[in-house]
């Protein structure tokens, strides 16, 4: 069980693994990558690019998969010290914003 003073940063550590787990399916599926986000720092300004026109690498991709899937375990290891587990369903539903609406990154990933 969850202890409520954890509930916020659980919830915003699922909803990240909702998506991972949705672009991993995606990508199973033969979904393409049509954007990236490219930062050089939390004060500077992202800059968003279309890659839409972009034919990937297989290397490429499956690098970013094998990031993903490593990422996915960090989460649910993080997740599952926080007291939640059976978390082995796939993301259902709207991945909009987490139910707090709080889209900041949780702290595991803000260092």
Do not use: C
């Amino acid at each position: 069980m969850v202890d409520r003073d954890n509930l916020t940063e659980a919830t915003q550590l699922n909803f990240e693994l909702q998506h991972i787990e949705r672009a991993l399916i995606n990508l199973e599926n033969g979904g393409r990558i049509t954007s990236m986000v490219i930062t050089s720092g939390p004060e500077q300004q992202a800059a968003i690019v279309n890659t839409n026109y972009i034919d990937y690498p297989l290397s490429m991709v499956e690098a970013i998969k094998a990031l993903l899937q490593g990422r996915k375990q960090y989460l649910l290891d993080e997740l599952e010290a926080l007291g939640v587990t059976n978390l082995d369903a796939p993301p259902n539903g709207n991945l909009d914003a987490p139910p707090n609406g709080n889209l900041d990154a949780p702290p595991s990933v803000r260092s």
